[in-house]
Structure formats: C-alpha cells, structure tokens
C-alpha cells in the first residue's frame, strides 16, 4: 500500500473502533459519504472485505479484525514519539484523557487542574465521567483515578487523595418514626439508594468494618442510581438511607440536613490514585498533571 494512503488506515480504525460510520465521521471530520468511499476504496485495493455493515451497525469482519490488532498499536506507537517530539518544547503540550468519578472530577482533578491551565495554553485536559473499571490502554486514556487498593500491580500509581471514609446516612425527615439501625442486618429493613456499577452491571454491596470484622450487605430501595450526587440529593429529600463518602456528607450532617446511622461501622478505605501504564513514556504534559495532582498531605 502507497504511503499517501495510511491515511486510510486511520479512517479504518476509526470505524472500527466506535462501531459506527457517523461517529466516526464526526470524529475525523469529514462527511459520512466520504468516509463510506474511503473505506470501500480501502477494501477494494486489498481484495477483503474489512467491516461487515447491517441498517443497525458495523463491525469489524475476521480480516478487519486481524488489521486492527496488528495495525493500531504501531500508529500509537507513532503518535506517541510524535507527542514526545512535540514536548521537546518550552512547555507542556498536547491533551491528557483522564477517566474518573464525577466525585473525583468535582473535588480533586478539576480544582487542581484548573489552576494551572491558564499557566499551559497548549495543554488540554479530557475528563470521562466513569463509574466503571475501565481499561485505560484499551479505551486509550492516558490516566485513570482509582482506590489504591483497587490499581493494578502492572501499573505506575500516584495518591492524590487522604484514606476516604465511607459513611451511612438519612435525613431526619426519613429517620423520624422508624428505629435506627444497630446492626450492618437491620439495613435490609431500611429503604436504601443502591448504586449500580456499570462493569460488573450489578448493585454495590455496601462495605462495612468493625473491630477487624468486614461485612458485605446487599440493600434494598425504590431507587437506583449510576451516580453518587443523585443518591445524596435523594438522601437530603428523604428518599432512604445513603452510603455516601464522608467529605460529601459532612457539611450536611453539621448543618443537620443529614444524620450519620451505624457509626461505628464505617469503613477507611485507601485514599484515591491516578494511575498509568508503566510502560508509557512520561511527556512533560503527563509529569505536569501528576505533580499538579499527587497528594501531599494538605
């Protein structure tokens, strides 16, 4: 294949990747039509036929497939000692995808990051929103946000947060006429806000400890949620008990819009992590963004 066409061979990946010529399309920056002709001149020229196209989606054929696996990882490759060129200059360059909780998005990442982005004009910052366990090599993000205990050994992890403390909260309007729970087992007499982790695609048991005992409790409600900010908005109306970190709580416990339940069951988990390939090569714009973020006991 002629050189002039690799270009080609990105607009391939594209689609292959989001599974969708309009995506795609939006993507790259060009009409649907126009990537459509790319393609099929793509599969013309090799004599396979790469996506397989239905009136509701595409995917990649067995050949389209072995092209992406093979291919995609040398155009990274190329993309990141380009981006390494790019950062031989004065300052920071180039965009970081981060992928975390909105908690971690709304108390931490962006605080912090929002400081120093008028200092760096050519860095960029991409925040994904993601109660998931994503696979950040994978899903092609440069760092991801995790409990410490919850990164994997293979990757290069950095605190950014104190140890986070879980707690158990309602709203007086709620707790009023009903008995309080005294044992982790009275919770499934409660009605609770459940919080469904996409990965997994089930309900978080909620996690307590006490005297060196742990405990898993799987808790009933009206209401599920794939977020922790509608759950404490649902807490503060009185919709049900709340499991609930407790830097969000607390100015509503000391205001008294929310009471703490079982107490002395609440878990400390390892404080939050940013988190990245060991083997990434470190750009200025990656190093800026983990010395912005790492925890230093303030």
Same mark, same amino acid.
């Given at each position: 294949?002629?050189?002039?066409?690799?270009?080609?061979?990105? $607009?391939?990946?594209?689609?292959?990747?989001?599974?969708?010529?309009?995506?795609?399309?939006?993507?790259? =920056?060009?009409?649907?039509?126009?990537?459509?002709?790319?393609?099929?001149?793509?599969?013309?020229?090799? +004599?396979?036929?790469?996506?397989?196209?239905?009136? !509701?989606?595409?995917?990649?054929?067995?050949a =389209?497939?072995?092209?992406?696996?093979?291919?995609?990882?040398?155009?990274?490759?190329? @993309?990141?000692?380009?981006?390494?060129?790019?950062?031989?200059?004065?300052?920071p360059?180039?965009?970081?995808?981060?992928?975390a909780?909105?908690?971690?998005? @709304?108390?931490?990442?962006?605080p912090?990051?929002?400081?120093?982005?008028?200092?760096?004009?050519?860095?960029?910052?991409?925040?994904?929103?993601?109660? =998931?366990?994503?696979?950040i090599v994978?899903?092609?993000?440069?760092?991801?946000v995790? *409990?410490g205990?919850?990164?994997?050994k293979?990757?290069?992890?950095v605190?950014?947060?104190?140890?986070? /403390?879980?707690t158990i909260?309602?709203?007086?309007?709620?707790?009023?006429? !009903?008995?309080?729970?005294?044992? &982790?087992q009275? %919770?499934? !007499?409660?009605?609770?806000?459940?919080?469904? #982790?996409?990965?997994? +695609?089930? *309900?978080?048991?909620?996690? %307590?400890?006490?005297?060196?005992?742990?405990?898993?409790?799987?808790?009933?409600?009206?209401?599920?949620?794939? =977020?922790?900010?509608?759950?404490?908005d $649902?807490?503060l109306?009185g919709?049900g008990?709340?499991?609930?970190?407790?830097?969000l709580?607390? &100015?509503?416990?000391a205001?008294?819009? *929310?009471?703490?339940?079982?107490?002395?069951?609440?878990p400390?988990?390892?404080?939050?992590?940013?988190?990245?390939?060991?083997?990434?090569?470190?750009? /200025?714009? #990656?190093?800026l963004?983990?010395?912005?973020?790492?925890?230093?006991?303030?």
């Open positions: 294949m002629a050189r002039e066409n690799y270009s080609d061979l990105l $607009a391939f990946m594209a689609v292959a990747r989001e599974r969708s010529f309009t995506r795609a399309a939006d993507q790259l =920056g060009i009409s649907q039509s126009a990537l459509s002709h790319i393609i099929r001149n793509l599969e013309a020229r090799l +004599g396979l036929r790469l996506l397989t196209r239905t009136t !509701r989606s595409v995917s990649p054929t067995e =389209g497939e072995r092209l992406l696996r093979n291919v995609a990882p040398r155009f990274e490759e190329i @993309d990141s000692e380009l981006a390494a060129l790019r950062e031989l200059r004065d300052k360059s180039g965009t970081i995808r981060i992928t909780t909105d908690q971690a998005i @709304d108390t931490i990442l962006w912090k990051l929002s400081k120093i982005l008028p200092d760096y004009p050519d860095l960029k910052i991409e925040f994904s929103s993601d109660y =998931g366990l994503s696979d994978a899903d092609r993000f440069d760092m991801g995790r *409990l205990d919850q990164v994997a293979d990757m290069i992890a605190r950014i947060a104190p140890d986070m /403390r879980m909260v309602g709203s007086p309007a709620y707790l009023a006429g !009903r008995p309080l729970p005294t044992t &982790p009275d %919770l499934t !007499r409660h009605t609770c806000l459940n919080l469904r #982790l996409p990965t997994r +695609g089930g *309900l978080y048991a909620w996690e %307590l400890q006490k005297d060196g005992r742990e405990y898993q409790v799987r808790v009933e409600g009206q209401v599920t949620f794939n =977020g922790i900010y509608p759950i404490l $649902a807490a109306a919709f008990l709340a499991y609930i970190p407790e830097e709580v607390q &100015p509503h416990v205001a008294g819009r *929310l009471l703490y339940v079982l107490q002395d069951w609440f400390t988990f390892p404080g939050l992590h940013i988190f990245y390939p060991s083997r990434r090569q470190s750009s /200025r714009a #990656l190093a963004v983990v010395d912005t973020l790492r925890y230093r006991g303030e």
